[in-house]
């Protein structure tokens, strides 16, 4: 009954036939025959592929590579900005050099005054050796004598020590709970 076909006839006397829906309208013919052909050829058209967007890509370099050497008024003003580029950073290195050898210029001079000073001192030392007196207390600077002879009339702070002054990490004693022992030295007993 599958293959039964109603007919109408119409006014004019010619028969219409009317067909059946189809029954597969969607597209799923279409997933089989692509899966088919990726199935056996798909490696092949992977490599193609990939090789196709590398001759793309090679042809664009090329294209653009050819055109801005052959635009000669472009390369001209290329040519000018460069030049300026380069004269800028040469005035800024010219500046940064000029910076650094005032520094450096700085440094050595407080480098000999600070030679200077303790050439001056030693001197000063050697003096007061000579003389008998004690030459290291009498090296340092009249001003900082001063300073420090003040610093010494302070009185000591009588803070709390830790552990009394009897106290001997090498006799034993005071460790409390806290004992050293060696261990035994006969061999472990497992069996």
């Not at 029954?23 to 050829?41: P, R």
Request: proline share 4%; glycine share 6%.
């Amino acid at each position: 009954m599958d293959d039964v076909e109603i007919m109408d006839v119409d006014d004019d006397g010619l028969p219409q036939v009317e067909k059946e829906p189809l029954k597969n309208q969607d597209l799923s013919f279409l997933n089989q025959a692509v899966g088919a052909v990726l199935s056996q050829y798909g490696w092949y058209l992977l490599a193609v592929t990939v090789l196709l967007y590398l001759l793309i890509q090679h042809l664009s370099k090329r294209r653009s590579s050819r055109t801005s050497s052959s635009s000669h008024p472009q390369t001209q003003q290329d040519v000018a900005s460069v030049v300026m580029r380069q004269e800028a950073m040469e005035a800024a290195r010219r500046k940064m050099q000029e910076e650094l050898d005032a520094k450096a210029a700085e440094f050595r001079k407080k480098q000999k005054q600070q030679e200077e000073e303790k050439r001056r001192q030693k001197i000063e030392m050697w003096e007061n050796m000579q003389q008998g007196k004690s030459y290291k207390a009498n090296a340092k600077l009249p001003q900082a004598s001063e300073d420090s002879s003040s610093n010494n009339l302070k009185p000591k702070s009588n803070k709390k020590t830790l552990r009394s002054t009897d106290y001997s990490p090498l006799s034993g004693e005071g460790g409390g709970s806290c004992s050293w022992r060696p261990n035994r030295r006969a061999p472990s007993s497992g069996g």
